[in-house]
């Protein structure tokens, strides 16, 4: 292990020490006397000033042929220099290269190389996913990632919500048969899981408050900056809730990721040009609530040809939403809209009790969720309504025979929350290896 980190170093935990740093080059300059070596570690990296003088002729040789992302341990003075990026750097005393990097083959990700992608020679910088994830755009990103797992995990824990796990291969759809992957199993068909949902409504008896946070797939064959082929889907399902008190949930959910972003990431927010007050308004401010029909509305009023009916896919969402300024509910969809485990509104069964959240700034749908179908009797009727085959799901049916109970839950896209909570232009940007209809590789 290490227990000097750069980043502490920085933060001037180090002053006037000697300490041993080991890290990656990031860049080096200078000349036959005087080499700055810029070394980078997962936490920061620091200018580092090797002087022939004092390390001696083979050393300085060493260090200075080094190339960038070659491994080094360096040992030196923390020095306090206000000139210098981060306000500290390492006069050397002593180093040496622990894993190099042929000249031959130099570290393929260059500054110029970075430029020339934002130009859309992104193709490059996935091919070198496996390299990429060394920059600091990308270590960013990763960190940020990181904290919103834990703040996702932090908002069910701390209300006793028990992490539920629902098994990947399955026989069924969720959200219908056109995004699921086919998998050979055995000589039979199985699919990837599109969501934890079904199986976590069959725990919901046993646990009430149940979440997980995997990943669900989807055979998205349009690629779009909001879509991956595998996805982090934060899912949960409560017994005895409404569809009111699930949307508290997300609410809170997602404030809680903004905040806990603020409070761990506000340095890597604001380095990848992220306007704090923007996130900090996300998680201080209510999310108001707004019924699909008043949607239609206001999109008919804006000109937009949408007709009562029809699910909003994300040109409508993204016009609707460019007037706000906080995340919005929509609640209260069409029946015909939505699949058959929907709960009708018992006040009008032209609706089912379901909200979707939609991000501002383009982001659009973030989360979807809402009451679940539980009487027996109902849900077989929704299922041949819709002429699903009850065959696969008569697990799911089943549930519903012994104590149903009023209940439901959302799913929340993790990787699209960080993209817009981080501004990201992608969605790929925010996870280490993005899949999507063109790539499984690296
Ligand atoms: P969309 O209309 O944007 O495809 P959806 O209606 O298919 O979304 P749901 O089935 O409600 O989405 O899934 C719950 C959440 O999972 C969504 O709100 C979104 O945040 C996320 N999600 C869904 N599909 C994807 C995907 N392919 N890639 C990344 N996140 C996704
Ligand atoms: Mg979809």
Known sequence: MKSVFIGDVQSGAHDGAEVELKGWVKRTRGNNNLRFVVLRD?????????KRDTVGDEVFALLS??????????KGTVKVDERADGGHELAVLSGNVVGGVDPERPFPIT?????????????????????????????????????AFG????????LDFVEYQAPNFVAGAVEGGSTLFEVPYFGRTAYLTQSWQLYAEA???ALERLYTVAPSFRAEKSRTRRHLTEFWHAEMEVAWASNDEIMQHGEGVVRRIAATLLEERSDALESLGRDLNTVERYAESPYPRMRYDEAVETLQGMGVDIEWGQDLDYSKEKVLTQDFDVPHFLTHYPKVAKPFYHRVDPDDDAYVLCHDLLAPEGYGEIIGGGERT??????????DEEGVPREPYQFY???????????????LGVDRVIAWLAGADHIREVIPFPRDSRRVTP
């Open 374 to 383: 539980w009487s027996e009797e109902e849900i077989l009727a929704r299922i």
């Open 397 to 411: 049916i089943d549930t519903r025979a012994y104590g149903g109970v009023p209940h439901g839950g959302f799913g």
């Open 203 to 205: 725990a919901m008896p």
């Open 65 to 74: 042929e080094a190339l960038i992302e070659s491994s080094m341990i360096l």
């Open 151 to 158: 703040a996702i995990h932090g908002y069910f824990r701390d």
């Open 42 to 50: 997962s936490t920061g990296s620091i200018q580092c000033v090797v």
């Open 111 to 147: 500054e110029s190389a970075m430029v020339a992608a934002d130009g859309g020679e992104t193709e490059f910088l996935l091919d070198n996913r496996h390299l990429y994830l060394r920059t600091s755009r990308m270590t960013t990103m990763l960190q940020i990632r990181s904290s």
